[in-house]
């Protein structure tokens, strides 16, 4: 006969045991059967939510804790958060998916990679790194222009805000308007407008944070040293970091400003937390998860994307009627679905899992919680939020914050700052097709009526519906914005 021996941190109810217990003390161990019995309880599935079911109770030996001898169950998420396993297992699907194509050509004696994204990003990489030594310089000369700020005493607030905003929207217009001229191949294009907008946001964020702290310090010179009023205190506080190391204006040095270039944030403050030391390990991993993830990305848009995007350019110049408009608009769009999604997936991985890590990596950079369990957003303001982090703070803290204190409303903040969001994704869309057509800004704000209905009441606690519109529209709608720009 069998006999179970169970490890030493077993509880009772693991093993079987019987919890039945009296006052009594130097009882006999608890009795156990010979035969070896499977415990079954009152529990979800794994991929069950929270809210899927209510009151969903776990039995109580002998009824002590309420009424009729049942408690409520703890949280399923409390149990099972480790997924990394559907992580390994993901990569797996992706080579595996990429690899069956190479092998088909091979197989049929065909050219194996065409490599045309590889010879097209190759063209005229000459100016678009002289392009980028531009922007980096760009952005390091606002430490010049926050010194003369902070040394010559010009008054941030009016004069130095309309100073630095005219300079950002003539910035960016130019930018934009220079890359759709200029006769560049398109990933060079898209890659250096995205560059540009990051730049952009740490250029506002460093001149209006340092601008801030130059009133300050001003309001401070004026208060007697050896005053020991709120005030002053206060003051001392808003001009030094919340660590406690730096205080304005110390930070205005070209080492700082070199860190804040290399720094994976947009949201400027006067020093970091910092890690101890540089994992070389750790950053050669990443480097290589880094090529890695680029080359499956590129095979999975070779074999995949391209194909589609052929087919529906060639359908289309051919003389044809509005009714086969829509429909080669709807087959693309259905075709597109799965291999933009996951190349959607991928750009998410190598962006924000991989190069930020390796930039906080090689920083020391501390605070590395990039994007939070975005695929568990209920309606697309949680997902807005959860995606992309830094974005998000940058947002909140330099378009919301000041929009809703001006007009006093969080709604109409919230609105303002969708609309400044729709606004740079466009002029993406436009430096990449070279027109404005609209398309993904008319998206964007869509997104206002769906959390609009997503905030009813009656919809509100429906988390299940909530992810599964979320998703669908994801899925549906990022398919669809390529459809829509390759069709028209």
């Known amino acids: 006969m069998l006999d179970i021996i169970p490890p030493v941190d077993a509880t009772p109810l693991e093993f079987g045991w019987s919890t039945t217990t009296t006052s009594q003390p130097n009882l006999s161990p608890p009795r156990r059967r ?41 949280p399923r998420s409390a149990k099972y958060t480790d997924f990394s396993g559907f992580y390994v297992g993901f990569w797996l699907m992706l080579v ?12 049929d004696g065909d050219v194996v990679l065409e490599l045309k994204l590889v010879r097209l990003s190759m063209t005229r990489l000459q100016e678009l790194a002289v392009a980028e030594i531009v922007l980096n310089s760009i952005t390091f000369s606002c430490l010049w222009w926050q010194l003369a700020v902070f040394k010559w005493g010009i008054l941030w607030s009016p004069y130095g805000k309309i100073l630095q905003s005219t300079f950002e929207i003539g910035f960016l217009i130019s930018s934009a308007s220079w890359l759709t001229y200029i006769d560049w191949p398109w ?29 300050i310090y001003q309001q401070l010179q004026e208060i007697p040293s050896n005053s020991r009023s709120d005030l002053r205190e206060q003051l001392l506080f808003e001009l030094t970091s919340p660590l406690g190391n730096v205080r304005y204006p110390a930070n205005l040095t070209i080492g700082n400003t070199i860190d804040w270039l290399l720094v994976p944030s947009v949201c400027y403050e006067l020093e970091y937390p910092r890690v ?20 499956i990305f590129y095979l999975q848009v070779e074999f995949y994307v391209l194909p589609v995007i052929s087919h529906a350019q060639s359908a289309i110049s051919k003389p044809h009627s509005r009714v086969t408009t829509i429909r080669i608009l709807l087959s693309t769009t259905l075709q597109l679905m ?14 924000w899992e991989l190069v930020l890590n390796i930039s906080a990596e090689i920083t020391r950079f501390g605070d590395r919680l990039f994007y ?15 995606w992309n982090l830094p974005v998000h703070h940058f947002l909140w803290r330099h378009v919301y914050s000041p929009l809703s204190d001006a007009t006093h409303s969080k709604t109409h903040a919230m609105r303002l700052t969708f609309f400044v969001s729709a606004l740079v994704h466009e002029l993406v869309a436009c430096v990449a097709v070279r027109k ?10 869509a997104q206002l009526g769906m959390i609009a209905v997503q905030m009813m009441d009656r919809v509100r606690d429906k988390r ?25």
């Open 34 to 74: 010979k035969y070896p019995t499977i415990e079954y309880r009152i529990r979800p599935s794994i991929f069950s939510s929270d809210d899927d079911d209510i009151s969903i109770t776990e039995p109580v030996p002998g009824g002590n804790e309420t009424s009729n001898g049942f408690k409520p169950r703890q």
């Open 96 to 107: 595996s998916m990429v690899m069956q194509p190479l092998i088909k050509r091979w197989n």
């Open 187 to 215: 990933p060079h294009s898209i890659f250096f407008i995205l560059h540009t907008v990051v730049h952009l946001m740490k250029i506002h964020s460093y001149c209006f944070y340092n601008g801030y702290l130059s009133g």
């Open 276 to 295: 101890p030391r540089v994992r070389r390990l750790v950053l050669i991993q990443r480097i290589l998860g880094l090529i890695t993830s680029i080359v």
């Open 338 to 351: 799965c291999p933009i999604v996951t190349s959607c997936c991928l750009a998410f991985v190598i962006i």
């Open 372 to 386: 939070t369990d975005f695929w568990n957003a209920v309606n697309q303001s949680d997902l807005a939020r959860m």
């Open 436 to 445: 404005w057509k609209g398309w993904l800004f008319t998206l964007q704000l």
């Open 464 to 488: 299940l519906y909530g992810k599964i519109f979320v998703w669908t529209s994801f899925i549906f709608g990022v398919s669809l914005n390529f459809a829509i720009y390759l069709v028209t």
